[in-house]
């Protein structure tokens, strides 16, 4: 494995739509391999293929529950909307809110060659939304929400979701 260079700011393979991969060959699993040591070694939790300069398909993610590697990945499904901060490996030095989908589900091909489907709650439907975003060739700063607006949308956010019961008052 080799921590590959990660491509910044206006560089214009970040703006472009990364091709599908036809073949899982050892080339395809080495650039897996290398992508996941690349975002561990930036403190990532997801790095997409045209961030190391690849336009293939191809992404990796971990919250904190393991690694996913998905190839042609594809949602086929959302629902639920957050409003959280976000920030990026290719744009180090920029954060901002971003609106997500608080639940995704999405279909890939793993490393094995077999088709599969991972649901995302949260942090890992918004990593899922954030690195197949890179390979459509669009970046998080297109979609920042200006601060005063993220604050009201996050107030009405926090009561729906304790109303739900999904955080609690000391939340809030």
């Given at each position: 494995m080799a921590i590959r260079k990660l491509r910044y700011y206006d560089d214009p393979i970040l703006r472009k739509r990364a091709r599908e991969i036809t073949e899982i060959n050892d080339r395809i699993k080495t650039l897996a391999a290398d992508m996941l040591e690349t975002m561990y070694d930036d403190d990532g939790v997801?790095?997409?293929?045209?961030?190391?300069?690849?336009?293939?398909?191809?992404?990796?993610?971990?919250?904190?529950?393991?690694?996913?590697?998905?190839?042609?990945?594809?949602?086929?499904?959302?629902?639920?909307?957050?409003?959280?901060s976000e920030g990026c490996l290719s744009f180090p030095d920029e954060a901002g809110y971003v609106e997500r989908p608080e639940y995704v589900t999405a279909r890939f091909t793993n490393l094995e060659g077999q088709r599969c489907e991972v649901k995302g709650h949260m942090l890992l439907a918004r990593a899922i939304c954030h690195e197949l975003d890179h390979l459509k060739g669009e970046v998080f700063i297109d979609k920042k929400i200006p601060v005063e607006k993220a604050e009201v949308m996050i107030a009405e956010q926090e009561k729906r979701?304790?109303?739900?019961?999904?955080?609690?008052e000391d939340d809030a």
């Open positions: 997801g790095l997409a293929a045209p961030q190391v300069g690849v336009l293939r398909q191809l992404v990796v993610i971990d919250v904190g529950q393991g690694p996913i590697t998905m190839i042609n990945p594809e949602i086929v499904s959302q629902s639920g909307s957050i409003v959280d979701l304790a109303k739900e019961g999904k955080i609690g």
